[in-house]
């Protein structure tokens, strides 16, 4: 046993370092050293506002949830890994006996934990344990900063398997934050033929460009509805996605 550096949200804006303990990690476990974590919009909201939606915090409570790590320890029976060994973090906990996990579903898990919620710690910490079958293996050229983005990214990748978008395929996106601009950068490599991009913000309008938008509008400046009908012949696109999740866009999607 040892202790670790933890960052704790106790209340609205206020954070603290602490001294924690960490256990050794037990069987089936992998002890980490958090090299890297990004920091979700939800993580935001916690932090600014002290709730996600109608989700209200229970303080002391520890964020993080898009984390990358270096193993330090591994526990008994656990193969494949050893100290040293780069990867990403699954933050979920899925009791792989229901009949979601079974399915494969493991996403809607009728016993999932989350750790970056009010019962589970999240990664915002220097070590802790987790099961080793939350890591999952860099490939070469990924980096531990760049693998932050494989939680972000296997959202965008859920939501393309459910849409399946075909070569030829217009296509909108509505937000470019994170998310959204995930999704222009898969859309792209998948092939579509046109994407639209709608966000109020410019910078995230120049980037989404740069990412492989092909036009990105301004929703305060235009009935952005109105314009890619126009665009398109009067017959809209066979995909939005909505990346903003507010009214308007389900609306305008």
């Known amino acids: 046993m040892s202790t670790t550096a933890v960052a704790e949200l106790t209340g609205i804006r206020q954070f603290s370092v602490l001294e924690r303990r960490v256990e050794d990690p037990g069987p089936g476990e992998v002890q980490v050293r958090v090299a890297a974590v990004g920091v979700c919009g939800s993580d935001l909201h916690s932090y600014s506002e002290g709730s996600v939606g109608d989700q209200?915090?229970?303080?002391?409570?520890?964020?993080?949830?898009?984390?990358?790590?270096?193993?330090?320890?591994?526990?008994?029976g656990v193969t494949g890994w050893a100290p040293g060994d780069e990867a990403a973090l699954e933050p979920a906990m899925y009791c792989y006996h229901c009949?979601?996990?079974?399915?494969?579903?493991?996403?809607?898990?009728?016993?999932?934990?989350?750790?970056?919620?009010?019962?589970?710690?999240g990664f915002f910490r220097e070590r802790l344990n987790v099961p080793a079958r939350n890591l999952l293996p860099?490939?070469?050229?990924?980096?531990?900063?760049?693998?932050?983005?494989?939680?972000?990214?296997?959202?965008?990748?859920?939501?393309?398997?459910?849409?399946?978008?075909?070569?030829?395929?217009?296509?909108?996106v509505f937000g470019a934050g994170p998310i959204g601009l995930l999704t222009v950068v898969a859309l792209r490599l998948a092939g579509v033929a046109r994407i639209f991009t709608v966000e109020p913000v410019a910078h995230r309008r120049e980037m989404a460009l740069a990412l492989g938008a092909d036009a990105a509008m301004d929703p305060s400046n235009a009935d952005v509805?109105?314009?890619?009908?126009?665009?398109?012949?009067?017959?809209?696109?066979d995909?939005?996605?909505?990346?903003?999740?507010?009214?308007?866009?389900t609306n305008q999607a």
């Open 56 to 76: 209200t915090c229970k303080y002391p409570m520890v964020l993080g949830h898009e984390p990358s790590g270096v193993v330090v320890r591994v526990g008994a």
């Open 239 to 249: 995909v939005a996605y909505d990346c903003a999740a507010k009214g308007e866009t």
């Open 138 to 172: 860099l490939s070469r050229g990924i980096g531990l900063r760049e693998a932050t983005l494989i939680e972000p990214m296997a959202i965008v990748l859920h939501s393309l398997k459910f849409v399946a978008p075909q070569l030829g395929d217009k296509v909108v």
């Open 225 to 237: 509805a109105h314009e890619i009908r126009g665009e398109t012949g009067g017959r809209g696109v």
């Open 99 to 121: 009949e979601f996990c079974t399915s494969g579903h493991h996403n809607v898990c009728s016993n999932i934990r989350f750790m970056s919620s009010t019962e589970d710690a």
